[in-house]
């Protein structure tokens, strides 16, 4: 025999089947236990999505509910949401989004397969999944002997014999790992209290909108953002707007004031008194209704970048709401656990510098009113106060007009004119200069995306840059 051929024999093959422990172990890793029983509250979700025919209505999610429950023995949700329908049952279990899987419901979050598998492996050993589907209703159990055998990757499922009063799915969860049951067990209320407050947050958007979510039987209220907006156009408090639509992929952006410009004084006192956590500042960003970045207020929506100051106290008044929706959830710039921002998106890069550009017109007049907060305070008093939830319909209903963008990823936009802070004549020179039209309305574009802004304030905003840059 030639070497050449001793080199290619094969003397035997090995074995390259995946190990379950592994998967377990890689898949849990990573994830918080929160944001993992959260996965399986979106489940709950998307069978609501895949049920109701329209989600553009006040209360799309009026009547559906999700009741979770734990200790240190047991961990249970439960909904009404639909269940799931038997054409899913072949692919909902499997490990990963297999191909030719049908289509889900437009609106759902679902990306990678993964997200009912790794909450229940990081919850524990033995789980029972009952489901019910109009005429379907069955069960497969995902026991500790079929998580020991790697050679065993078949799940039976079993019809079920018991009737549940509504369509949906009960997920039971026992043997619990021993830090979960650490977790559930006796001092829990920490971990209930927080993970309380993740709920409120990130379903903010979908309880205002119907949803019921009980966690040991605790009602979860949606903690409330809202955004000023004034009737009249001209000189008063209104949000900076954005719209696009980007590949499949539905852009709305709101920025502006939530409350009053508090003054130096009233910050501090309020410090002492420990009286912000109920004051909601920075971004929101929202993906198909679903929070995935709440009040954040760091370089990832844009504070302390390109111009814009990093957040202070005195900015507490400042708020804004990003949504992204897409009927192809590979499209939004979420990350893997959907509680996150996807930071690299092109889109959210791009979208981001909108972000700025808005949240930039509210921080420069936050600067303009300074100790003069008191005057500031109403005109933002009279304005009318809409919840972030309504802001998107408020804004449609409006009489604002909007200016194409240019730049990309195009879309449209409404600059407000807010009310000017007046001159303290005493410390201050009038500038006044001439520049051809032409130049003008080319400025103009490069700092708003538009041509006609008001000559007046390009020359404000060339001055208000350079001035920051000579600090």
């Known amino acids: 025999m030639t070497d050449q051929k001793k080199s290619e024999a094969i003397y035997e093959n090995v074995s390259a089947k995946p190990v379950k422990a592994f998967f377990v172990d890689m898949l849990t890793r990573d994830i918080d236990l929160a944001d993992a029983i959260l996965d399986l509250l979106d489940n709950c979700v998307d069978g609501v999505l895949r049920t109701i025919a329209n989600t553009t209505v006040q209360e799309p999610y009026k009547?559906?509910?999700?009741?979770?429950?734990?200790d240190g023995n047991r961990f249970e949700i439960k909904d009404n949401c639909g269940g799931i329908p038997w054409r899913l049952h072949k692919y909902a279990f499997r490990m990963g989004r297999a191909d030719g899987r049908d289509e889900d419901a437009d609106g759902t979050v679902g990306v990678y397969g993964i997200g009912m598998k790794r909450a229940i492996f990081k919850l524990g050993k033995n789980c029972t999944i009952s489901t019910q589907n109009g005429e379907h209703r069955y069960t497969l159990n995902i026991s500790p002997e079929w998580l020991g055998d790697d050679n065993d990757w078949e799940m039976p499922v079993r019809e079920s014999e018991a009737v549940m009063p509504e369509d949906g799915t009960i997920i039971s969860i026992d043997r619990l790992n021993e830090n979960i049951a650490t977790y559930f067990g006796a001092g829990s209320d920490a971990f209930i209290s927080s993970f309380i407050e993740k709920v409120e947050t990130h379903y903010a958007f979908i309880i205002q909108k119907g949803f019921e979510v009980t966690v040991n039987g605790l009602d979860?209220?949606?903690?409330?953002?809202?955004l000023r907006f004034a009737t009249q156009e001209k000189n008063?408090?209104?949000?900076?707007?954005y719209e696009a639509e980007v590949d499949g992929v539905e852009v709305f952006l709101a920025v502006g004031f939530s409350r009053h410009i508090p003054s130096a004084q009233e910050v501090e006192?309020?410090?002492?008194m420990k009286e912000y956590s109920s004051v909601f500042a920075g971004w929101t960003v929202v993906c198909n209704d679903r929070v995935v970045v709440y009040c954040d207020r760091t370089a990832l929506t844009g504070w302390g970048e390109a111009g814009v100051p990093e957040y202070h106290t005195q900015f507490i008044a400042i708020s804004g709401l990003v949504e992204f929706r897409s009927d192809n959830p590979l499209k939004l710039p979420t990350t893997t656990t959907k509680r996150g921002i996807n930071a690299s998106s092109q889109l959210y890069l791009q979208v981001k510098n909108k972000m700025?550009?808005?949240?930039?017109?509210?921080?420069?007049?936050?600067?303009k009113w300074k100790k003069r907060e008191q005057e500031a305070k109403e005109h933002i008093r009279?304005?009318?106060?809409?919840?972030?939830?309504?802001?998107r319909r408020y804004v449609s209903a409006s009489d604002i007009k909007f200016s194409p963008v240019s730049k990309k990823p195009g879309g449209k936009q409404y600059v407000p004119s807010l009310p000017q802070a007046p001159a303290k004549e005493d410390d201050k020179k009038k500038i006044c200069f001439t520049k051809r039209i032409a130049e003008i309305r080319t400025v103009s574009a490069y700092l708003y995306d538009r041509e006609d802004v008001n000559p007046k304030e390009v020359g404000e905003e060339c001055f208000d840059r350079i001035y920051k840059e000579a600090l």
């Open 63 to 70: 009547g559906y509910w999700a009741k979770i429950a734990f």
């Open 220 to 226: 979860v209220k949606p903690k409330p953002i809202e």
């Open 236 to 241: 008063a408090v209104r949000p900076f707007i």
């Open 269 to 272: 006192n309020a410090l002492k």
């Open 356 to 367: 700025r550009e808005g949240m930039k017109k509210f921080t420069d007049y936050t600067n």
């Open 382 to 391: 009279a304005a009318e106060a809409i919840p972030i939830t309504e802001i």
